[in-house]
């Protein structure tokens, strides 16, 4: 019976699995796409005896708040604002943002941030990165590189493609970089006193923050390296340290993030959302090419949205007809992609998820009963909509936090600070296959 159990590989730092749990029901089988994992977390997501969960790391965390005089940051993405209300028996896709703050702060954290801010700041810098490919000849169709699954997965099975990713770092990974360098100047802090700690819906953001290349701030600062991100925690590990401390979700007072690294615009909270990526990187990418802020009324890409797997839009800007596509689930990322490679389909960027539905169903989401599956996932997106709809600035360069921190500190996009901090590499990763596909 065990060929019936998925194989999480030796050492995994972000799926566990307790094999007196198991039940051999075959469900991570069938969630799993790969033979190799990516760390993505959908079998956790779909175990029902919970043999499969993440690897908890919020103990440590815990440990460090109550033993040491560390300086504790924690940021929070998007995708976890709509689904942590639901563990508390709150509504499906509930916008809970100022409990979730109000919570953290009482667990013991020195500071909340937000990573929508480095979602604005990471499409400055991959709509920066686009346009000047596609003025200079260069490699297209560019690729997000957002999600690490699916970076992890092209380096494996499609390595060939690793010159498409872009090089612009994910938001966290951005996030964390900032916390180091810029914040920890402003604030007068010691970086080396700093524990960053990222909220997210995702496993694989576990694996992410392991990569070896993402230790830029120590580098930067001349100090010992160390990771960027210390600790990554997913929404239901956040709320179990919630339950622990006995915690009354519900009836705390909403509170809001810090103020430096602690606002985002619209164009930043859709990128829990499958399309949401796309979206912001056009609403800037038109800035970038035009001059000119696109007008209120043609503000949304409703060509981009939805949960159609594959998704094509031609945008045309100044005279330019910019060819994308938007993919998530990494089944129909792996037919895009031979598409691609047969030369049937041409495009100028591709947006990649690697969770149905996008971040607001990562693998460290609030777990959702199949028959309510594809409503608890439209709710929870729409809810991210609807906040960038509320919301006074909707463009990720229009964040006047974002003018300020080019200003005072990584002077312009894809300049030599901003590329040295927000800025990676990606490689040939078939290696780890070793023949087993």
Known sequence: MAELVVDLGENNPSVERDDSKCVYCGMCKKTCKVPVCINCGQCANFCPPEAIREKKDFDKVKEIIKNTDKIVVFSTAPAVRVALGEEFEGKDGEYVEGKMVSAIRKLGADYVLDVTFAADLTIVEEASELVNRIKNNGVLPQFTSCCPSWVKFVEMYYPEFTKNLSTAKSPISMQSAMIKTYFAKVKNINPENIISVVVAPCTSKKYEVKREEL?????????KQCQDTDYSITTRELAEWIREENIDFYSLKESKFDDLLGKGTGAGVIFGNTGGVMEAALRTSYYYITGKNLPDDKIEFHAVRGMEAIKEASIEINGLEVNVAIVHGIDNARTLLEKI??????????????????????????KITLLKLDETRLKRIDSLYS???????RLSHENPEIKEIYEKFLGEPLGEISEQLLHTEYFDKSDLLKGRI
């Open 341 to 366: 490679k047969a030369g049937e389909v041409t495009y100028h960027f591709v947006e990649v998820m690697n969770c149905v539905g996008g971040c607001i169903s990562g693998g460290g989401q609030p």
């Open 215 to 223: 230790s830029d701030a120590s580098k930067f600062n001349g100090l």
């Open 387 to 393: 906040e960038d709809e509320r919301l006074t600035k």
